[in-house]
């Protein structure tokens, strides 16, 4: 068993023609004629729109009256705001010197009066009570005997 084994994979080759492609060749018919060197502009037509189609209108039917709505409520006139705000302002200011007054009541009494004393008289923040005392400084109803530092003490002026 001597067989020869044809390890050969490729499929053997077949002996036909083959015809060589070649491109094809185009040639000009006639030489193109040279483009114009201005160009001729085209006349402009109007253009008027189509006339819509005209339909026969159907035959009106009843609407019912559609009722009228009220009219809007009228702006708020800006005289009509400053009014409000002059007049919260004013119980704003009212109750101001009312709190500056009792400070000066209590300053009477006492004889003097420091910042944690109107602190707690009249239940406000440590700044609200310095601005009350300043304020009642500048104006001239208290006079600072200690104005710096912890121990600051005002007495009611005479």
């Known amino acids: 068993m001597t067989e020869e084994l044809n390890t050969n994979i490729t499929p053997p080759a077949v002996d036909a023609p083959v015809a060589p492609v070649e491109a094809p060749i185009e040639i000009p018919a006639a030489p193109s004629p040279a483009p114009p060197t201005e160009p001729t502009p085209e006349p402009i037509t109007p253009v008027k729109p189509a006339p819509a189609p005209v339909s026969p209108a159907p035959a009106p039917t009843p609407t019912p009256p559609v009722p009228t709505p009220p009219p809007a409520p009228a702006p708020v006139a800006d005289n009509t705001i ?77």
């Open 82 to 158: 400053q009014r409000l705000l002059a007049k919260a302002k004013e119980k704003i200011q009212f109750r101001k010197q009312a709190k500056l007054e009792k400070i000066m009541v209590f300053a009477k009494a006492q004889g003097s009066v420091t910042n944690d004393q109107a602190q707690k008289l009249l239940r406000v923040s440590d700044a609200t009570a310095t601005r009350y005392l300043a304020q009642l400084v500048k104006t001239g109803r208290l006079r600072p005997v200690k104005a710096v530092g912890r121990g600051a003490r005002y007495t009611p002026a005479q």
